[in-house]
């Protein structure tokens, strides 16, 4: 199996969910390592980060890991610290804020593929 690290970015999330990572079916699974979320807005806002699964599933289950967590303007929030999520095949991780294109997300992973 071959590991290889990599970082996903998405810049403006607003008020409408968004997709940052899907584990594709290529990949084996996908090691969560970090999670650094930036308001980019003139003020504070409160963010969600969640996991969507397959509909096709019915044993899993979509899930919120943070939600409507305050971030100061011109402020981060690291989310995780040393712990590690693991998203099978074709799980998405997702994220929302309460303004307008107010989010920028950073992701680090390290996608197992065999």
Do not use: C, W
Request: charged share 15%; proline share 4%; no cysteine.
């Amino acid at each position: 199996m071959a590991n290889t690290f990599k970082l996903k970015s998405t810049s403006n999330v607003g008020v409408t969910t968004v997709g940052i990572y899907t584990a594709t079916s290529s990949v084996t699974a996908t090691v969560v390592i970090g999670i650094t979320l930036a308001n980019i807005s003139g003020s504070g806002i409160h963010v969600g980060i969640g996991i969507t699964r397959p509909t096709a599933e019915t044993a899993k289950q979509n899930i919120k890991l943070i939600k409507d967590v305050p971030i100061p303007q011109g402020s981060s929030f690291e989310f995780m610290q040393g712990n590690k999520i693991v998203l099978e095949q074709n799980d998405t991780l997702t994220a929302v804020s309460d303004v307008s294109n107010s989010l920028d997300v950073a992701l680090t992973i390290m996608e197992i593929t065999p």
